[in-house]
Every structure is written in structure tokens, then in C-alpha cells.
């Protein structure tokens, strides 16, 4: 059977013959031009072909290598080319495999219809009963009597959560009867309701002028004895006063009006689903191996009615983060279910960390990566933000037009330069290496710099880093035109220059960081 191509189609490079002696021109200076072309030509291709091994290098590293950014500066090359090929070959070779042995399509069951509506506790989960008494004080009526327990409403059944189990509060509501206003008849207590009450009359009488009675007081002390006398008297003959026959213990506000979960077993979940990064269909399985089913779906819905419960407190976080002086942020990609069933987009947790005297960390979520997220949260802020080179940003360090004052002045991170040029490393060791060198010094003065005081941090990066940064400045403006810029040293170096003011401005300011990478992990 044979392989040539079809004549419509385009031939290859390997399809094309090589051209004989013969068919060469004769011409020396032809020949030259030719070569040069050669030359060219292979260049390009060299530079392509570099360019495609340093992504296939990133995905693999992304894939199976470390995550961490140490390097070795008596090692040169960290990850050769030799070892790229062999995880590419056994990536090649698993992938194989598996479309020669692909697995057994399980086969669809039939989807069960499951109940609607809130599901009856099982009986066998521990109760503990909860009462709602009165206090002493509150049992006493307002005819003087003492209120008696005469038993108990059912004030319904509520699920919570202690460690390792479940169990169900029972809320009963005790009643309270007055034996003596139970006793009076309808028509007493009809006369009662329309008659006022002695803490009505001595309301009355404090609301009198202080003025009047300190007169009437210095000029016929003994009229005020009198007066006393009268209203005692008055208060004994009239008749006692009729309150409700039966009250009620109040229940407790719950954090969910009429909700099944109680608020050990809602703390329960958001300290899991977000502090342990545990999901809710994980915790759906977890409930069942207790013996009780909670839905995905029903702890999706209590997530969102605790997160406006707890709005008032996020609000007060986000108010004392942006009355730091300086702020670090950061975005991280989150996937978003679409409105399509099965279909997500990406969307944007963005952090805001404030500083020593407002330590807190709040977040803003974005459906896309867009500039308004950052402008419409930091609308009112005024200080130093730490962030990356990402161009939504730009719009925050603008003077403002009405006093021509910069609100919030860039601080980037050198954490994100640095990256750069380890990534680039195995496309150009010597330059690469020679950069992690100075960013090597950087970080040598920076860490024991962190226990130091302001002033004593300040001097340090006076007489030390700007030095180092003088001098690594220097050598970037050098090699910047013996590089492609399109290369990863030439992107490498035209992010450190471009956002060079913005990296050693930690310099000058005492209270900022070299790197935001401790506020990018949280």
C-alpha cells in the first residue's frame, strides 16, 4: 500500500527531496544568500522549538514535580532534558495503556424517587431534653403572687451536633399559672384591665416637675407625710390587680428561624467545608454512616442562610481591614456552576489581609477577573497594597482627579518577579541562576529582618538591600538587549524593570514586605 500523499494535499518537510548538486545555482554570491536564509531559517526554528520544550517543561512540572521554588546554586539544571522526556514517555505509554484497556462502563441504575419535605429524626439518635423555666423573679405576678409550674408545650425538635455524634434537642416550653387571678372571675378582671395599676399611679406621680415638689417640699414638710399616708391608704383599699392566668417561658432566638439544624451542627459544617475543605456531598456520606441522611442540597441551603446571618460580622471585618495602613491581596481561581446544568465558569476569590493592628482576612468573590472587583472593594481605601503586576490593578494607583493625590500606592511582590526567573531557568541557566543569586541575598537579610523592630528593619535595607538592588538593577538593564524578548529571560526580565519602582518600594516604607507569599497561601 502506498504512502504518498494525495496531490491536493501539502507535503510535509520530510516529504519534500532534498535538492541534488546539479540543482543548485553556480552563483557564489546566490549561494551565500541562501545560506543566509539557511541560517535564518534554522534559528527560528531553534527558537521554537526551545519555546515549546520550556512549556512542555512548566506543564510537566505543574503535573508531577515539586511545588516548592528552591534550587540548588551548585546544580545548575534542576530538571534535564532527559528526565522531561522520560515523564513524557511514560505519560505517552499510561495513556496507551488505558485506551487498550479501557474500564467497563457501569451500568446506569434507575434513579429513585426520594420523599420531599422535612424527614422525620430517627428515633434511635440520643434526645436530651432542654426546659425553658422562669426564673424566680420572672415567676412573680403582678398581683404579688408566686406562679407555679403546672407543666410542659412541646416546643419541637431540633438537630445538632457535638464531636463524633449526633443528637436532637427537645425543646419544652413550660407554662405558668396564677392560682389567684385564675380564681377571680371574668368580671373582676374586666374592672381590673380598665382600673390603673399602683406602678401606673407612681409613674404618674415621678413624671410631676422636680422643681414644684422640692418647693412644696421645703415649705410644708409635714404635708408630704400626710400625702404618703393617703396613697397607702388608697393602695390597700383598692382592689388587687389581675394578670394573665397562664404565661409562657420564651424560646430562645435560633439561627435559623424554625430551622431543623441547631447551631452546633451548622458550626459543624462551615468549619468543615471551609476551614477543612471538606465538601458537602463528602459530609452528605459521612451523616448517612452516622444513620442519618442530610442532603447536599439541604446543607447547600443552610450555608446560605448562615452567610447572611453572619453578614453583620463580615461587614465589621471588611471595615477594620480597610483602616489598614497597608493591605496584602490576591486573586484565586474558583470554578462557578453556569447556568447551563453541567457547565462551570471561572470565577475569583480575592483576599484582603490588613496589617498588625487590624489582622484580619476577608474575601471578595467576582465571577470573572476583571478590575471592578478590585476598584468597587478598595473604592474607599487609602494606604500601600501588596499585590502582583495584574493590570486591574493599575487603576487603583491613579491620582485622583479632584486633589491630584495618589490614594493607594503599588508595593509589589518580589515572590512573583523571583518566579519568573526560576521558570526560565532551564531555558537559560547562567542568566537565570545569576538572578536567583541576587533574590538568593535578598531573602538571606529579610528573614532574620522579621523579629527586628521598624526602625532597626529600615537601616537594615538602607545600608544592605539597596546595594544588592543597585546592583541587580544594573545587570538587568545589561542583559535585557542580549535576550529575545519573547524568550522566558526576556519576560523574566522586562516584568522585573517594568515593575521595578513598584518592588523596591518595600525599601522606603518600613511597615511593607519584600514577597506577599505568606498572604497568597491564605
Known amino acids: 500500500m502506498s504512502t504518498a500523499a494525495h496531490p491536493s494535499e501539502p507535503l510535509s518537510a520530510r516529504q519534500v527531496p532534498l535538492p541534488t548538486a546539479a540543482q543548485l545555482p553556480d552563483h557564489p554570491d546566490t549561494l551565500k544568500n541562501m545560506i543566509v536564509e539557511l541560517v535564518a531559517t534554522l534559528r527560528q526554528r531553534d527558537h521554537d522549538l526551545e519555546e515549546a520544550r520550556q512549556r512542555v517543561h512548566l506543564l510537566l512540572q505543574r503535573l508531577y514535580g515539586r511545588r516548592s521554588e528552591r534550587f540548588n546554586p551548585d546544580q545548575p539544571l534542576l530538571f534535564s532534558a532527559d528526565e522531561a522526556a522520560t515523564a513524557a514517555a511514560s505519560t505517552s505509554a499510561a495513556a496507551q495503556e488505558a485506551q487498550a484497556d479501557p474500564e467497563p462502563e457501569p451500568a446506569k441504575s434507575r434513579k429513585r424517587c426520594r420523599p420531599h419535605g422535612r424527614r422525620r429524626l430517627p428515633e434511635d439518635l440520643p434526645r436530651r431534653e432542654l426546659h425553658h423555666e422562669l426564673s424566680d423573679a420572672e415567676r412573680i405576678c403582678v398581683c404579688g403572687q408566686t406562679r407555679i409550674d403546672i407543666g410542659t408545650d412541646n416546643g ?275 542568566r537565570a541562576h545569576q538572578a536567583l543569586g541576587y533574590y538568593r541575598q535578598l531573602y538571606a537579610l529579610e528573614r532574620p529582618a522579621s523579629d527586628f523592630a521598624e526602625e532597626q528593619r529600615w537601616q537594615m535595607r538602607q545600608e544592605f538591600a539597596l546595594p544588592i538592588l543597585e546592583q541587580f538593577h544594573t545587570w538587568l538593564e545589561a542583559q535585557r538587549a542580549e535576550v529575545l524578548p519573547k524568550s522566558p529571560m526576556g519576560e523574566a526580565i522586562s516584568y522585573a524593570l517594568n515593575n521595578w519602582s513598584a518592588l523596591i518600594r518595600y525599601t522606603r516604607f518600613r511597615q511593607c514586605l519584600f514577597a506577599n507569599s505568606f498572604f497568597i497561601r491564605a
Not at 447551631?263 to 462551615?270: E, N, Q
Open 156 to 430: 419541637g425538635e431540633q438537630l445538632d451536633w457535638q464531636p463524633a455524634c449526633y443528637f436532637v434537642w427537645q425543646h419544652w416550653i413550660h407554662k405558668y399559672l396564677c392560682r389567684h387571678c385564675a380564681g377571680q372571675g371574668p368580671e373582676a378582671r374586666m374592672a381590673t384591665a380598665h382600673q390603673p395599676t399602683p406602678a401606673t399611679t407612681r409613674a404618674e406621680q415621678a413624671a410631676a416637675p422636680a422643681a414644684a415638689m422640692g418647693a412644696a417640699a421645703a415649705v410644708e414638710p409635714a404635708a408630704d407625710s400626710s400625702e404618703a399616708t393617703a396613697e397607702q391608704a388608697r393602695q390597700e383599699q383598692a382592689p388587687p390587680a389581675i394578670g394573665p392566668v397562664i404565661i409562657a417561658a420564651a424560646k430562645p432566638p435560633m439561627p435559623i428561624n424554625k430551622g431543623l439544624p441547631g447551631p452546633g451542627l451548622l458550626a459543624h459544617i462551615i468549619v468543615s467545608k471551609y476551614f477543612d475543605h471538606l465538601p458537602l456531598y463528602r459530609q452528605e456520606n459521612i451523616s448517612r454512616r452516622h444513620g442519618l441522611f442530610i442532603a447536599r442540597s439541604t446543607s447547600c441551603d443552610w450555608m446560605a442562610a448562615c452567610a447572611e446571618l453572619l453578614r453583620p460580622l463580615y461587614d465589621v471585618m471588611v471595615a477594620n481591614v480597610l483602616q489598614s495602613l497597608w493591605l496584602h491581596t490576591d486573586d484565586t481561581p474558583v470554578k462557578n456552576l453556569d447556568h447551563e446544568p453541567g457547565t462551570t465558569d471561572k470565577a475569583r476569590f480575592w483576599i484582603y489581609y490588613g496589617d498588625r493592628s487590624h489582622p484580619y482576612n476577608v474575601f471578595d468573590f467576582t465571577v470573572n477577573r476583571k478590575r471592578d472587583g478590585p476598584q468597587q472593594f478598595l473604592g474607599s481605601y487609602l494606604g500601600y497594597l501588596h499585590a502582583d503586576a495584574f493590570s486591574g490593578y493599575d487603576g487603583l494607583y491613579l491620582p485622583t482627579t479632584s486633589s491630584g493625590t495618589t490614594r493607594i500606592h503599588e508595593v509589589a511582590c518580589n515572590a512573583h518577579a523571583r518566579r519568573k526567573f526560576y521558570e526560565a531557568r532551564t531555558s537559560d541557566a547562567l
